[in-house]
């Protein structure tokens, strides 16, 4: 009966509270951008010379690198044998993914930041939306994450730090789709799913059709003129990218798909929208993968519905047999 509820009324289980912290947690990070990253690089006077917080972030990042490990170690201490395969595989292709963008994409260690923050809205939209673990909507958790993510990142561009953004950052689009990921590993982690754990269809497939709109949308405003990637050679569009109504997604030539010096390796490349969207989606689908693995489906999008024919069958109605 709870199962047929569920299936005529999706929203019936979600949890407004955390619903309201999710949104609540979206909203201030993006608004609390700027402020934090000046906080973060002011300089300030000390005993032994000036210092800035920033100078921590390194020290910051071990730390919590040690609490993830020990918090995924105590989760599967109690994981059966499948499980640890499942899971255990996916935090190592989480953490090889994160090296590579580390290795390649990284501008400075300060945006280790889209790690925590990103992390845990998707941690804090999977408690709204899956309280008691037993619908696994993972694909809509890490696409609403995600795009909530890439909203923050084109508002960096168009508005918070508009002031020296030369163009929209898709190299963070990535880091914080990787840190959706890790949020709902987090929030599932090695918890065996219940009985009746099935990936709703109607959720999967309301994932992909919300990401085939964005990107239809993004399509069509590219095709009518209305966004276009770079200016013409030798122009340089103004502080937020606009320019006669037409948005350029680099405010000059020659930032995307190059390689640009930066503090963390000495240079870093600046991916293109096109691979990046790539990448982006060819991740969906590894999460997707993950969540048919660790719910148990093994690719059945739901469990059948009961018939009613066999709900007034007469074995239906006996008691336990004696």
């Not at 405003?221 to 050679?233: H, I, N, S, W």
Request: net charge positive.
């Amino acid at each position: 009966m709870n199962q047929t509820v569920e299936w005529s009324n999706p929203f019936a289980r979600v949890s407004w509270l955390w619903a309201g912290l999710a949104l609540g947690w979206a909203v201030v990070s993006i608004l609390g951008h700027l402020p934090f990253s000046i906080w973060l690089v002011s300089q300030r006077a000390g005993a032994s010379g000036p210092w800035a917080f920033k100078d921590a972030v390194p020290y910051v990042s071990m730390l919590a690198a040690l609490v993830l490990c020990l918090w995924v170690w105590r989760q599967s201490r109690s994981a059966s044998s499948a499980r640890l395969r499942v899971v255990g595989l996916s935090w190592l292709v989480w953490l090889a993914c994160c090296v590579m963008v580390d290795r390649w994409l990284t501008f400075t260690v300060n945006e280790y930041a889209h790690y925590p923050q990103f992390a845990l809205l998707a941690w804090l939209w999977a408690r709204a939306l899956d309280g008691e673990r037993t619908r696994w909507p993972v694909l809509s958790v890490v696409l609403i994450t995600t795009l909530l993510g890439a909203l923050d990142e084109t508002a960096q561009y168009l508005w918070t730090t508009q002031s020296y953004s030369h163009y929209l950052d898709f190299n963070d689009w990535l880091v914080n789709g990787l840190a959706a990921w890790a949020g709902v590993m987090l929030f599932y982690g090695f918890h065996e799913p219940a009985p009746s754990a099935s990936l709703l269809s109607w959720r999967s497939r309301a994932a992909w059709v919300a990401a085939a709109l964005v990107l239809a949308l993004c399509t069509a405003l590219a095709t009518c003129g209305c966004v276009r990637l770079t200016p013409d050679p030798g122009v340089q569009i103004g502080p937020g990218g606009m320019d006669q109504k037409v948005l350029y997604l680099q405010r000059a030539e020659g930032w995307y798909g190059h390689w640009h010096p930066g503090p963390r390796h000495g240079r870093y490349w600046v991916i293109h929208p096109l691979p990046a969207l790539a990448l982006l989606g060819l991740g969906l689908v590894g999460v997707a993968a993950f969540a048919r693995s660790a719910s148990g489906s093994g690719g059945t999008e739901r469990s059948p519905r009961p018939q009613a024919s066999t709900l007034n069958s007469p074995l239906h109605s006996q008691g336990p047999s004696q």
